[in-house]
């Protein structure tokens, strides 16, 4: 056997031996004569320094300049720095100087760049497939992927295909269970207040669509669990909050800084204990198939668990990855869809007049087609609510949750037709907020306008068509464009008409005495509603005949 002596094993004396010659090189007496600040400035030098010049081995697109610098003489960091903040600003006077003349520009974020491209470019994406031009790539980096949680955004197909799927009716069986589950979920979360209350009224929204999705993810029985609220309520936060601070943070940090972050080891341990979801779900779904294969009743409604079980190609893959493929689907779906319900109602209490103009279509709807999924689905009971469609496309269109959307990452070297040439490894984005300082897009485009959609749609019987909340469109990017937009856009704004076509004729709202309505945050791309912001709420007291 190998023997070591003290002097030579690593370790105990032998270990400051081997570090004497160095802590005694003038380099290393240097360094420890620096003070605490001192030490600072120069570990900052350095690291600006380093991430300097990772700038210039950037993807670069021909003719797309960077944009965003006060002067000349700006340092590329503090432009970087700077962006935290004043992203929303820079996009639209980047939209402003260049989009609107059909030329990109460049996004220069500490993490990487973002090439943003002209909206003529968004009509293309209708063609281009995805192994040319990437959403799920695009996510996988946008949102520190490699670094989180075992490649979230790899798993996107199989999610994607289960929110797509309708034959046989299945996004109107998802909705039918999900308006079951709205019943129970009011009564719970809903708070009970005969007088004006101040409410977290987006905490109350989030719990709503929690239990409401988790009904079309994972089934009645765990959606009600407390593992699946916690997960529904807080994973979405961590990951975009950790989303967040990464995307402020030069890329080569990134593989050190995951593992500092406590969003990072939430979002972990809330993985591992997902297993605590999905195991009793594959079992329940195990179970009603064996029943049903020897002809007996089962009360057990569709869900996307039970669907990827049955319609993967791999079900073992399915059995092995579920807790990730159950996130895929929650973290688009819930928080995105809460956001816009509290910002509408922001919206009408800061324009009370249409309180009684939305209360009254709800109530002719009640009328003539009974309560909703009662005579009809719900899925055609929502589409008769025309002013709440408009007014939410305009409370949507002023607050919107991302500036820069869609986005795409070049598989490969990609030319659009008018000969504008992306190199491989370029993330594509298009100015979601145009329709926000455009007047071109959006006439008047400061101005709240509820009847803009609305009078679109009068126009022609082709126009009638269009204009509607969830529609992608050259005007309306939110959703995304193309082949690729949200696959549960048509899921979400049902949902949301569903809420509020409940709560509007139930409850009254208002700001509380010397409240305005909140201002919006914003933070890189993100545009995000006060947290802080809460609502005075009672039960509706005079229903409009």
């Not at 003489?73 to 402003?96: C, M, N, V």
């Not at 989180?148 to 299945?170: C, F, T, V, Y």
């Not at 195990?286 to 993967?312: F, H, I, P, S, T």
């Not at 795409?408 to 993330?427: C, M, N, Q, S």
Request: glycine share 6%; proline share 7%; hydrophobic share 40%.
């Amino acid at each position: 056997m190998e023997v070591h002596n003290a002097t030579s094993f690593p370790g105990h004396g032998g270990m400051a031996q081997h570090l004497q010659p160095i802590l005694e090189s003038p380099i290393a007496e240097s360094l420890l004569s620096l003070t605490p600040i001192q030490g600072i400035t120069l570990f900052l030098c350095l690291f600006w320094g380093y991430s300097s010049l990772t700038v210039h081995r950037r993807i670069k697109v021909p003719g797309a300049p960077v944009h965003g610098y006060w002067s000349w003489f700006e340092p590329t960091w503090l432009l970087q720095l700077r962006y935290a903040k004043d992203a929303h600003k820079i996009i639209a006077s980047g939209y402003k100087k260049y989009n609107v003349k059909g030329k990109p520009f460049v996004l220069r974020r500490q993490d990487l760049d973002i090439t943003v491209l002209p909206t003529k470019y968004v009509t293309e994406l209708r063609t281009i497939p995805n192994a040319k031009l990437s959403r799920g790539k695009a996510n996988f980096i946008e949102w520190g992927d490699q670094w989180a949680m075992k490649n979230l955004w790899s798993h996107i197909d199989l999610p994607i295909k289960a929110i797509s799927e309708n034959r046989h009716g299945q996004q109107g069986k998802y909705l039918e269970a999900m308006r079951r589950e709205f019943e129970y979920a009011m009564d719970i979360e809903m708070p009970k207040v005969d007088d004006w209350t101040a409410v977290d009224i987006q905490k109350v929204i989030q719990m709503l669509l929690a239990r409401m999705v988790g009904k079309m993810i994972v089934g009645k029985e765990a959606c009600r669990s407390p593992e699946w609220l916690d997960l529904a309520e807080h994973f979405t936060e961590d990951f975009v909050g950790a989303s967040i601070i990464m995307r402020m943070l030069p890329k080569w940090t990134h593989p050190f800084v995951t593992n500092l972050l406590p969003q990072r080891w939430r979002m972990r341990r809330r993985l591992r204990e997902a297993l605590n979801i999905t195991n009793p779900c594959v079992e329940r779904h195990r179970q009603v198939k064996k029943k049903r294969a020897k002809g007996e009743e089962v009360d057990y409604e569709d869900n996307m668990v039970a669907w990827m079980l049955d319609n993967a190609p791999d079900k073992q893959y399915v059995l092995d990855h579920l807790p990730i493929l159950i996130l895929v689907i929650l973290v688009p779906a819930a928080h995105t869809t809460a956001m816009g319900i509290s910002n509408l109602l922001f919206h009408l209490c800061e324009y009370p007049e249409w309180d009684a103009k939305l209360l009254q279509e709800i109530n002719d709807v009640n009328r003539e087609f009974g309560p909703i999924g009662e005579r009809l689905p719900a899925k055609d009971w929502v589409t008769k609510l025309d002013l709440l469609d408009s007014f939410f496309n305009e409370s949507q269109r002023l607050s919107q949750p991302l500036s820069i959307t869609p986005n795409r990452y070049a598989v490969e070297d990609f030319t659009f037709k008018d000969g504008l040439h992306i190199p491989k490894g370029a993330l594509l984005g298009w100015v979601s907020i145009h329709n926000q300082i455009d007047p071109k897009i959006a006439p008047e485009p400061d101005k709240f306008d509820p009847l803009r959609s609305y009078r679109k749609r009068q126009v022609s019987a082709e126009e009638n068509a269009k204009h509607l909340a969830g529609q992608p469109s050259m005007e309306n990017l939110t959703f995304g464009f193309g082949s690729q937009a949200c696959p549960g856009r048509n899921i979400a704004i049902t949902v949301l008409k569903m809420i509020l076509s409940r709560i509007l004729r139930d409850y009254e709202f208002k700001f509380g005495e010397g409240q305005a309505r909140p201002k919006n945050i914003y933070l890189l791309e993100f545009i995000i509603p006060d947290p802080n912001a809460k609502l005075m709420v009672r039960k509706r007291r005079a229903p409009i005949s």
